[in-house]
């Protein structure tokens, strides 16, 4: 990866969230590093349970060291170290700097509040401006969201909007503050398939507007495929795969990427079912495998994998395509012999 | 719609009709005679017998729950037969005011100890504090009104001397003595609705911070104050809402309990007094009129879930 | 933490350390609330403060004892509050056996002294005498026997016909269900004491009919219980099938709806066991229950009224902390049975 003279937006350094369980720690997120300059786009894929959304939450400083948690690593958003911060001055960033789409728009807007409340609050909390300003400013963001007769809109009820309505009143919330960054976590699987597309243009369009920064955080490789610049592969909490969107997808070269693509056909399965195409389960993260934490479920596993964890290290060859990098003792490019074989697109 | 609103309201007459019948009919059984409760022993059977004809007690029990009901509904709910022997209304509305200011004072007191407590507690799930809290009203809960009365009359009365005990001042007589005076008492009642309170609210509010909305609450940069109470507290107030029409039963309980502990004369010294005399047009009226007062109060809390949840509220409109 | 986050784990002491911090805070705790129980030093506030702390540092450390013993957490509260139960119930059964004092016979109380000081274990009055000098010890013993005799005889008869009338009000529906709840409505909407007041004013004060006026306060919840589960129930498919291949309705609720129907009802009953104790001792403490010279908590509480508590408070410490502790039990007991057969109703 080459350094960039301007810092990035968004630096993380070998993150690492554990939670400390009844049935022991439990590594969500073991050592992941990823940058994010202004105006790009990084995916975070992986199945459920690979930490993918701990670490969204981990970066945007939602979880955070307590009782029952241990962060470590950095996570710089516009120079501030968020977990170095206290909590009150973290709550200043969620809003202007930071802010999430969360993926279920029926449970992330409150039953008992109004559309506009929503809005408001965090307009005022945040831009210090009168009643009036905030609605005013509301009214604009529903508008930009796509939503019709937006002032009417303000008045209602969450129940009162379809999925798809209320998916483009959190995205509104989310941009209501001008944040830098935005995380969005699974913002489409809760939708209908005709709705996802739709939501996803519109996050699309609206991050190229802002020249805003995008973590995009889902397990549907075809949401990832078409709208990133770059993607990240992970797997039991560690990073397997990391470079240029187009690249890995063409050419993976961890097997679990391999072996997610080639559940891409199965698309049109309900969500968490896409996956079925691997074997087995992924890892306990209370008690990872001592090895590669995929060997057990490789098909392309050797007898050094289960000993030695794999580190993530730039791939050779690929001189012409910036940062690649894949964490395999046998990685898929390398051995030529498997190209045949490659599914996918 | 005319089935939706009218069935209600014929089931709470025929339900308040019921309750006067069986007020009148249980108090009409009551052994013993009324004319020798009031005259005492050692009269001539003439004398009884005229007091009985007087008192109407010689004609037949239908014509006489008649007679009782149209004078109810007229305001006129018979006369005291123990002197003082004054109209029982009149009784009853010098009486009422006094439980009244007690019970809203005690259910105030309760809410401003619960909710407090609660989001506390909720906000430190599984800490020491929430353990504590757990505890501490678990024990309230096991402890009947007068206990906790005696308890509090022990300690801040007869071992600090804080508070007065015995007497009562009312509203008029000076606004500043009449709260120190009702002060105890509602605390004693207040205690053990605060317990309860405190518990249901605190659980619906561990279950409403679990929610994604308290979460994307937190994403948009929301104090931990202003999450609590104003995004998590109304989502989780519909069964603290359920559990105070309940309350309100306990609540007149308690009332009745403190003002006999107390000295107070409001409602419970009333029907207590009476119930020991076996002044029966006076327990009669009392429960009538405390029958109504809950009934009303509970239909009242009924409509409120209303004013909290906006999805029912589309239901009704 | 408002984030769903995970337990944390509790650091693990070893065996030997819990047995002696555990043995250490329990001796600890029952000397300093045996201290502060006879001493006169201090005043009533701080008292009872020390007393508590006390107490609770010995139930602490008969907690960590018991975690060193088993090797995993054991609450410790819960089983403290059966023991309790079994001690009072089995003293209220064997009352008659037992070398007690004299209870309730006012005239023999003639001869001894009134308002004798707690003399402990081994003197002629342990928990010292009342204003009648009858006996306090032998008075909370029998009157243990009372308050809770009239509990499970109310709470009997209740459950058996509550369940009864709302098993068939909600299998049979219809008008029956409407006048059925009608009914239980017009109970409910008398407050609890108010109906006891009322009836109380015309029975007269035995044991019977005490029981009888409590078991018309559980009617209505038990009632509404067994239509609510019943009605569950006879939606579900294996009851709609057995009605299809034309079994009876008898059969049907006594095979079918019955088995599903009694658990939630049983852990019901002893969540009302405590509450129909409160009740009964609110009752004779107004002075409506059962009489003096007969012993209840109730009526024992009262007698500390009008000064007497000040000077002599164990008049009203020993019902009262008899009292306490059998409700305190008894909900302990309730909230256990709700959780596992109830869940819905273990709100609390």
Same mark, same amino acid.
């Given at each position: 990866?080459?350094? =960039?003279?301007?810092?990035?937006?968004?630096?993380?350094?070998?993150?690492?969230?554990?939670?400390?369980?009844?049935r022991?720690?439990?590594?969500?997120?073991?050592?992941?590093? #990823?940058?994010?300059?202004?105006?790009?786009?990084?995916?975070?894929?992986?199945?459920?349970?690979?930490?993918?959304? /701990?670490?969204?939450?981990?970066?945007?400083?939602?979880i955070?060291?307590?009782?029952?948690?241990?962060?470590?690593?950095?996570v710089?958003?516009?120079?501030?170290?968020?977990?170095?911060?206290?909590?009150?001055?973290?709550?200043?960033?969620?809003?202007?700097?930071?802010?999430?789409? #969360?993926?279920?728009?029926?449970?992330?807007?409150?039953?008992?509040?109004?559309?506009?409340?929503h809005?408001?609050?965090?307009?005022?909390?945040?831009l210090?401006?009168?009643?009036?300003?905030?609605?005013?400013? @509301?009214?604009?963001?529903?508008?930009?969201?796509?939503?019709?007769?937006?002032?009417?809109?303000?008045?209602?009820?969450?129940?009162?909007?379809?999925?798809?309505?209320?998916?483009?009143?959190v995205?509104?919330?989310?941009?209501?503050?001008?944040?830098r960054?935005?995380? @969005?976590?699974?913002?489409?699987? @809760?939708?209908?398939?005709? /709705?996802q597309?739709?939501?996803?243009?519109l996050?699309?369009?609206?991050?190229?507007?802002?020249?805003?920064?995008?973590?995009?955080?889902?397990?549907?490789?075809?949401?990832?495929?078409?709208?990133?610049?770059?993607?990240? /592969?992970?797997?039991?909490?560690?990073?397997?795969?990391?470079?240029?969107?187009?690249?890995?997808?063409?050419? =993976?070269?961890?097997?679990?990427?391999?072996?997610?693509?080639?559940?891409?056909?199965?698309?049109?399965?309900?969500?968490?079912?896409?996956?079925?195409?691997?074997?087995?389960?992924?890892?306990?993260?209370?008690? =990872? =495998?001592?090895?590669?934490?995929?060997?057990?479920?490789?098909?392309?596993?050797?007898?050094?994998?289960?000993?030695?964890?794999?580190?993530?290290?730039?791939v050779?060859?690929?001189?012409?395509?910036?940062?690649?990098?894949?964490?395999?003792?046998?990685?898929?490019?390398?051995?030529?012999?498997?190209?045949?074989?490659?599914?996918?697109r | 719609?005319?089935?939706?609103f009218?069935?209600?309201?014929?089931?709470l007459?025929?339900?308040?009709?019921?309750?006067?019948?069986?007020?009148?009919?249980? +108090?009409?059984?009551?052994?013993?005679?009324?004319?020798?409760?009031?005259?005492?022993?050692?009269? %001539?059977?003439?004398?009884?017998?005229?007091?009985?004809?007087?008192?109407?007690?010689? *004609?037949?029990? &239908?014509?006489r729950?008649?007679?009782?009901?149209?004078?109810?509904?007229?305001?006129?709910?018979? %006369?005291?037969?123990?002197?003082?022997?004054?109209?029982?209304?009149?009784?009853?509305?010098?009486?009422?005011?006094?439980?009244?200011?007690?019970?809203?004072?005690?259910?105030?007191?309760? +809410?401003?100890?619960a909710?407090?407590?609660?989001?506390?507690s909720?906000?430190?799930?599984?800490?020491?504090?929430?353990?504590?809290?757990?505890?501490?009203?678990?024990?309230?809960?096991?402890?009947?009104?007068?206990?906790?009365? +005696?308890?509090?009359?022990?300690? +801040?009365?007869?071992?600090?001397?804080?508070?007065?005990?015995?007497?009562?001042?009312?509203?008029? $007589?000076?606004?500043?003595?009449?709260?120190?005076?009702?002060?105890?008492?509602?605390? %004693?009642?207040? &205690?053990?609705?605060?317990?309860?309170?405190?518990?249901?609210?605190?659980?619906?509010?561990?279950? !409403?911070?679990?929610?994604?909305?308290?979460?994307?609450a937190?994403?948009?940069?929301?104090?931990?104050?202003?999450?609590?109470?104003? $995004?998590?507290?109304?989502?989780?107030?519909?069964?603290?809402? !359920?559990?105070?029409?309940?309350?309100?039963?306990?609540?007149?309980?308690? !009332?009745?309990?403190?003002?006999?502990l107390?000295?107070?004369?409001?409602m419970?010294?009333?029907?207590?007094d009476?119930?020991?005399?076996?002044?029966?047009?006076?327990?009669?009226?009392?429960?009538?009129?405390?029958?109504?007062?809950?009934?009303?109060?509970?239909t &009242?809390? *009924?409509?409120?879930?209303?004013?909290? *949840?906006?999805?029912t509220?589309?239901?009704?409109? | 933490?408002?984030?769903?986050?995970?337990?944390?784990?509790?650091?693990?002491?070893?065996?030997?350390?819990?047995?002696?911090?555990?043995?250490?805070?329990?001796?600890?705790?029952?000397?300093?609330?045996?201290?502060?129980?006879?001493?006169?030093?201090?005043?009533?506030?701080?008292?009872?403060?020390?007393?508590?702390?006390?107490?609770?540092?010995?139930?602490?450390?008969?907690?960590?004892?018991?975690?060193?013993?088993?090797?995993?957490?054991?609450?410790?509260?819960?089983?403290?509050?059966?023991?309790?139960?079994?001690?009072?119930?089995?003293?209220?059964?064997?009352?008659?056996?037992?070398?007690?004092?004299?209870?309730?016979?006012?005239?023999?109380?003639?001869?001894?002294?009134?308002?004798?000081?707690?003399?402990?274990?081994?003197?002629?009055?342990?928990?010292?005498?009342?204003?009648?000098?009858?006996?306090?010890?032998?008075?909370?013993?029998?009157?243990?026997?009372?308050?809770?005799?009239?509990?499970?005889?109310?709470?009997?008869?209740?459950?058996?016909?509550?369940?009864?009338?709302?098993?068939?009000?909600?299998?049979?529906?219809?008008?029956?269900?409407?006048?059925?709840?009608?009914?239980?409505?017009?109970?409910?909407?008398?407050?609890?004491?108010?109906?006891?007041?009322?009836?109380?004013?015309?029975?007269?004060?035995?044991i019977?009919?005490?029981?009888?006026?409590?078991?018309?306060?559980?009617i209505?919840?038990?009632?509404?219980?067994?239509r609510?589960?019943?009605?569950?129930?006879?939606?579900?498919?294996?009851?709609?099938?057995?009605?299809?291949?034309?079994?009876?309705?008898?059969?049907?609720?006594?095979?079918?709806?019955?088995?599903?129907?009694?658990?939630?009802?049983?852990?019901?009953?002893?969540?009302?066991?405590?509450?129909?104790?409160?009740?009964?001792?609110?009752?004779?403490?107004?002075?409506?229950?059962?009489?003096?010279?007969?012993?209840?908590?109730?009526?024992?509480?009262?007698?500390?009224?009008?000064?007497?508590?000040?000077?002599?408070?164990?008049?009203?410490?020993?019902?009262?902390?008899?009292?306490?502790?059998?409700v305190?039990?008894?909900?302990?007991?309730?909230?256990?049975?709700?959780?596992?057969?109830?869940?819905?109703?273990?709100?609390?």
């Open positions: 990866m080459t350094t =960039p003279s301007v810092p990035d937006l968004l630096e993380v350094t070998d993150l690492r969230t554990v939670f400390h369980t009844a022991g720690d439990v590594r969500a997120v073991d050592g992941v590093s #990823f940058r994010l300059a202004a105006g790009e786009t990084l995916g975070l894929v992986g199945e459920s349970g690979s930490g993918k959304s /701990v670490l969204g939450r981990t970066v945007m400083g939602l955070s060291s307590g009782p029952t948690t241990t962060v470590t690593g950095s710089r958003i516009g120079g501030h170290d968020v977990h170095a911060l206290k909590p009150s001055a973290r709550r200043r960033l969620w809003g202007p700097e930071v802010a999430m789409v #969360f993926q279920d728009p029926m449970t992330s807007l409150n039953p008992v509040k109004r559309v506009g409340t809005l408001t609050e965090t307009l005022r909390r945040h210090h401006c009168s009643r009036t300003e905030a609605t005013e400013r @509301a009214v604009d963001l529903l508008r930009q969201v796509g939503i019709p007769e937006p002032a009417r809109r303000l008045r209602q009820y969450p129940h009162e909007l379809s999925g798809g309505m209320r998916q483009r009143v995205i509104a919330t989310a941009l209501a503050c001008d944040p960054l935005l995380i @969005a976590d699974e913002p489409t699987t @809760a939708l209908d398939v005709t /709705v597309k739709q939501i996803l243009d996050l699309g369009s609206l991050v190229a507007e802002r020249d805003m920064a995008m973590l995009l955080v889902s397990h549907d490789l075809g949401a990832v495929a078409g709208r990133t610049d770059r993607v990240q /592969v992970m797997y039991a909490g560690r990073t397997v795969e990391s470079g240029a969107t187009r690249p890995v997808f063409a050419a =993976p070269e961890h097997p679990y990427t391999e072996a997610l693509l080639a559940s891409i056909p199965n698309l049109a399965h309900p969500p968490h079912t896409v996956l079925r195409a691997i074997e087995g389960n992924p890892p306990d993260m209370a008690r =990872p =495998p001592l090895g590669c934490r995929f060997a057990p479920r490789c098909g392309r596993a050797a007898a050094g994998c289960t000993d030695e964890l794999p580190l993530l290290v730039g050779p060859g690929s001189a012409g395509v910036t940062g690649r990098e894949v964490a395999c003792h046998h990685p898929v490019g390398l051995s030529a012999p498997l190209e045949g074989n490659r599914h996918g | 719609m005319a089935r939706r009218l069935l209600p309201v014929l089931e007459v025929a339900v308040l009709f019921l309750v006067s019948l069986g007020v009148f009919l249980l +108090l009409s059984l009551v052994p013993g005679d009324p004319a020798v409760a009031v005259l005492g022993e050692g009269r %001539t059977p003439a004398e009884y017998d005229a007091l009985r004809e007087q008192l109407g007690l010689n *004609d037949p029990l &239908l014509s729950y008649g007679d009782w009901l149209g004078g109810v509904l007229h305001g006129d709910l018979g %006369t005291s037969l123990v002197p003082p022997q004054t109209a029982v209304a009149d009784r009853i509305a010098s009486a009422l005011p006094v439980s009244l200011e007690l019970a809203v004072l005690g259910l105030v007191m309760a +809410l401003a100890l909710l407090p407590l609660a989001m506390w909720a906000y430190h799930q599984g800490g020491r504090a929430d353990r504590a809290i757990s505890a501490i009203t678990f024990g309230l809960l096991s402890m009947p009104s007068f206990l906790i009365g +005696l308890v509090l009359i022990a300690v +801040l009365v007869n071992s600090l001397g804080i508070f007065p005990r015995n007497e009562w001042v009312r509203p008029g $007589d000076g606004l500043g003595a009449n709260l120190s005076h009702a002060f105890l008492p509602a605390l %004693t009642i207040a &205690l053990m609705e605060a317990a309860m309170f405190t518990r249901i609210l605190r659980n619906d509010l561990v279950t !409403t911070l679990h929610e994604d909305f308290i979460l994307a937190r994403a948009r940069g929301m104090s931990p104050l202003r999450i609590m109470v104003s $995004d998590a507290l109304r989502p989780s107030s519909f069964s603290l809402v !359920t559990v105070l029409g309940l309350s309100i039963g306990r609540l007149v309980g308690s !009332t009745v309990i403190v003002e006999y107390f000295a107070l004369p409001g419970g010294k009333l029907v207590i009476a119930a020991n005399q076996g002044n029966y047009p006076v327990v009669q009226g009392a429960v009538l009129v405390i029958a109504v007062i809950y009934v009303a109060s509970n &009242l809390i *009924d409509r409120t879930y209303g004013l909290l *949840d906006p999805r509220r589309r239901a009704r409109a | 933490m408002l984030a769903p986050e995970p337990i944390a784990v509790r650091r693990r002491d070893t065996r030997p350390v819990l047995l002696l911090t555990g043995a250490l805070l329990l001796a600890l705790g029952l000397a300093v609330a045996g201290w502060a129980a006879g001493t006169t030093v201090l005043v009533t506030l701080v008292r009872m403060l020390v007393l508590v702390a006390g107490i609770l540092a010995a139930i602490a450390g008969l907690g960590r004892v018991a975690r060193g013993v088993r090797g995993k957490p054991v609450d410790v509260v819960f089983w403290l509050g059966m023991t309790w139960l079994v001690l009072i119930l089995g003293a209220a059964a064997l009352a008659p056996l037992l070398p007690l004092g004299n209870a309730d016979d006012s005239v023999a109380g003639l001869t001894s002294p009134i308002f004798a000081a707690p003399g402990g274990i081994g003197a002629e009055h342990p928990l010292g005498t009342n204003n009648y000098g009858l006996d306090v010890l032998a008075r909370a013993v029998f009157g243990a026997r009372t308050s809770i005799l009239v509990a499970l005889m109310a709470v009997l008869i209740g459950t058996t016909v509550g369940g009864l009338v709302g098993m068939v009000s909600g299998f049979v529906r219809g008008t029956t269900d409407r006048i059925v709840g009608i009914l239980s409505n017009a109970l409910l909407a008398v407050p609890p004491l108010i109906l006891l007041i009322a009836l109380g004013t015309v029975l007269d004060p035995s019977r009919s005490i029981a009888f006026a409590l078991s018309l306060l559980t209505p919840s038990m009632v509404r219980l067994a609510a589960n019943t009605i569950t129930v006879a939606e579900r498919e294996f009851v709609l099938a057995a009605r299809a291949l034309g079994a009876g309705r008898v059969r049907l609720l006594l095979r079918e709806v019955l088995p599903n129907v009694v658990l939630p009802v049983l852990s019901l009953a002893v969540v009302m066991i405590s509450v129909l104790v409160v009740a009964e001792a609110s009752l004779s403490f107004l002075g409506i229950g059962i009489e003096q010279p007969a012993p209840t908590w109730g009526n024992m509480i009262a007698e500390g009224q009008g000064g007497v508590m000040e000077d002599h408070p164990y008049i009203v410490v020993v019902p009262g902390i008899c009292l306490f502790l059998t305190f039990s008894f909900n302990l007991l309730g909230e256990k049975a709700q959780k596992r057969w109830d869940p819905r109703a273990a709100k609390l």
